[in-house]
């Protein structure tokens, strides 16, 4: 497995943020979806990794400066054919590896609050994230959950 930036204009890429779409449609209200479009991912402010396993792509992660100390973990995705194989954690030990690089002192994170992310909330406490208010322009919203993980 390799991890490199992603190519947005990937076809595989393109299918792997639908289907995080969609799956963001299936389990919350439009409220309460945060995930970036791809015209969001193009933002200069964002900077997103894939995982591969030979031509296969595995998932994909962002990271989305805030300010000079903060970033936002973004994009966080699994392809449906690759869960429970440490894919994930994979792209979240790189992403903080590469947070930590560009000398960020905290990476914050907001996922759903619904039994469908309870997964990804294991994956971020197992990684040392803990609970913190809305962050950025978030707002208290019962169907999200932010954490946090000071990187220093």
């Not at 792509?57 to 995705?77: P, S, T, Y």
Request: glycine share 6%.
């Amino acid at each position: 497995m390799h991890i490199r930036r992603a190519d947005l204009d990937d076809p595989a890429f393109a299918a792997l943020m639908e289907e995080h779409r969609a799956a963001m449609q299936a389990t919350a209200p439009p409220e309460s979806q945060h995930a970036l479009d791809l015209a969001g991912l193009r933002d200069p402010s964002v900077r997103v990794w894939t995982l591969h396993d030979g031509d296969a792509l595995l998932g994909c992660g962002a990271l989305q400066h805030l300010d000079a100390g903060h970033v936002e973990i973004k994009a966080m995705r699994t392809a449906r054919a690759h869960l429970r194989k440490g894919v994930a954690r994979a792209i979240l030990d790189h992403l903080l590896a590469e947070a930590r690089a560009a000398g960020y002192a905290r990476a914050s994170l907001e996922t759903g609050s619904m039994a469908y992310f309870a997964p990804a909330r294991h994956l971020y406490a197992a990684a040392g994230f803990t609970p913190c208010g809305p962050f950025a322009d978030y707002v208290y919203d019962p169907n999200s959950v932010h954490l946090t993980l000071a990187l220093a």
